[in-house]
């Protein structure tokens, strides 16, 4: 029937009377219930029931509200706008108006996130006496922003790392790395053990033992100890970290207190035990040296005395360098050298020492190394010793009678000849000591005279002249002769060096022409040796 007003006439067709009209209006009230579902969130390891909400879905008195499961069953007792559930599948909400029976419906998926992260605890660890601390290593497990990690355990300690996946452990026990994911809420855990052996071997080091005079050396004895391939064995002697021996059994000539280390080399756990080696009172252990040098290098007037033996018990006899025994602790009439000593007491316990008996006053006079020299030329002499000059007694410079100050540590000398000087040092104690040095003369006969000179005045090479070296004492003559035999230049007892003696190319008043001369010089040495120079010299203006 379709809306709107609507007219009823009855008719009575036997008799044709017709009523009277009677009126009827038809309204449309259909329509669509507003429906709204939602979901408020995700079932998950945190969230363990989801609201459905249908608020701003139709209200009203004539309004009621149904739900459906995914199998479209009706849940019984639920009619409110809102419902919690606990599963994970589609609901769908009915809004029905019973007083026109028109309905609408909305359906809704409940989602749920149960991922569980992978968790991975590691190997099981083992602590023994060198590993005291392991990691516990869960870096296989679950990784992400979204992850985080708890260790927790039982008769155990963590260190360091807690809240990552490796942490440190220093104690046995079982630990547990809880893996949790943040995003959901879901955990999972697994085990990892840490065992521990600390159990430390036997040591026994044995009895005490003595050592005398007349027993040198005693075994200490740790046979008492554990034994066998995994147990390492080493012996120390007092606070010195060294190992004397490796052995059970020990053979000691030293007295200290000696410790027994057993290591078992499978949980390096150590033990230790201690045995005293006493040393016997009655052997001597030493002596007070007082050693005299002889006085001079060489001497043989060196003594010594053995002043007060240590330990042992007297009388006591003295052997030197294996000579008999004897009662005196003094020895004279010694040269320097190395000694031996060996001291026996009333019980013939024996102590046997060395020493070293330093040489006498060793006096150095060193005049240095030989010298060579050109004839004329000045060398200083030094004589060096090893005493302050406090010290010295006496020091002269022998044979040579030119040396002016014979007592001088430092002296020039000039010979002529080649000559060795000699020199003697006598210190306060009458220690004498004496060295030699040798001074070679080289005559080289330093002379030079030119063949040309350029007598034009311009300040090089402008005069014929000679030179010499210091071996020279003089120039006796100097003349120039021309090509005929004439003298133009002539000049007698001067030094060399000085231009002022020598020819500017020039005779009787005049310049000399472009030539060669012939010239002779008489020149006189140090030595007192003269010998005549001649040659000829280009002139060149």
């Known amino acids: 029937t379709l809306p709107g007003s ?15 009209p009677s009126s009827m209006d038809v309204v449309d009230l259909s329509y669509d219930p507003t429906v709204n579902l939602t979901a408020t969130d995700t079932l998950d390891c945190i969230t363990e029931a989801v609201t459905l909400d249908g608020n701003g879905s139709q209200t009203g008195t004539p309004i009621i509200y149904q739900w459906f499961d995914a199998q479209n069953n009706q849940i019984p007792g639920a009619s409110s706008l809102t419902m919690e559930v606990e599963i994970a599948e589609m609901f769908t909400l009915v809004v029905l108006d019973t007083a026109t029976a028109c309905s609408s419906s909305a359906s809704v998926w409940v989602n749920e ?9 590691g190997t099981d660890q083992h602590l023994d006496c060198e590993i005291l601390n392991v990691e516990l290593d869960g870096s296989d497990s679950e990784q992400g922003t979204n992850i985080s990690y708890q260790w927790e355990y039982t008769d155990g300690n963590i ?5 990552t996946t490796v942490a440190t452990a220093n104690e046995p026990g079982l630990y547990y790395l809880t893996v949790i994911n943040n995003d959901n809420g879901c955990a999972d855990s697994d085990s990892v053990l840490v065992t521990q052996d600390i159990t430390p071997p036997y040591a026994d080091a044995g009895e005490d033992q003595e050592i005398d005079c ?21 012996w120390t002697l007092g606070n010195n970290p060294a190992t004397v021996g490796n052995t059970l059994l020990l053979t000691v000539e030293t007295s200290g207190t000696y410790t027994l280390h057993v290591t078992n080399l499978l949980n390096g756990c ?5 045995a005293i080696v006493f040393q016997g009172t009655a052997a001597p252990s030493g002596v007070d040296i007082l050693p005299d040098p002889p006085t001079c290098a060489g001497d043989t007037d060196g003594s010594v005395v053995l002043s007060e033996v240590i330990g042992g018990e007297g009388p006591y006899l003295y052997s030197l360098n294996g000579g008999d025994f004897q009662q005196a602790s003094i020895y004279n009439n010694l040269p320097a050298g190395p000694y031996n000593i060996l001291i026996q007491d009333i019980n013939e316990c024996t102590y046997e020492t060395d020493f070293v008996l330093e040489d006498g006053n060793d006096l150095l006079l060193d005049l240095g190394k030989d010298h060579t020299i050109s004839l004329g030329q000045i060398v200083e002499l030094y004589a060096i010793i090893n005493i302050p000059e406090a010290e010295v007694q006496q020091f002269t410079w022998h044979p040579d009678t030119t040396i002016t100050c014979d007592t001088c540590f430092v002296v020039e000398v000039s010979p002529q000849l080649t000559n060795t000087y000699g020199a003697t040092l006598t210190d306060i104690n009458g220690c004498t000591v004496s060295d030699l040095v040798t001074i070679y003369v080289r005559k080289d006969r330093d002379v030079f005279v030119p063949n040309v000179f350029s007598p034009n005045l311009d300040g090089n090479n402008d005069v014929f002249m000679i030179f010499a070296g210091k071996d020279v004492v003089r ?7 021309n090509r005929w035999g004439e003298p133009v230049f002539q000049s007698y007892d001067f030094q060399a060096n000085n231009p002022a003696y020598g020819w500017s190319g020039w005779y009787r008043g005049r310049p000399c022409n472009n030539a060669v001369y012939v010239w002779y010089a008489e020149i006189e040495f140090v030595d007192g040796e003269v010998i005549l120079y001649k040659g000829d010299v280009a002139l060149i203006r």
């Open 270 to 274: 150590e033990s230790e035990d201690q």
């Open 475 to 481: 120039v006796k003559s100097f003349q120039v002769f």
């Open 113 to 121: 996130d149960y991922d569980y992260p992978d968790v991975d605890a």
């Open 159 to 163: 260190i360091s790392g807690n809240g």
């Open 214 to 234: 007349h027993s040198s050396s005693v075994q200490l004895s740790g046979t008492a100890s554990a034994v066998g391939g995994q147990f390492e064995i080493g």
């Open 6 to 20: 609507y007219h009823r006439v009855v008719t009575n067709e036997t008799y044709g009377c017709v009523s009277a």
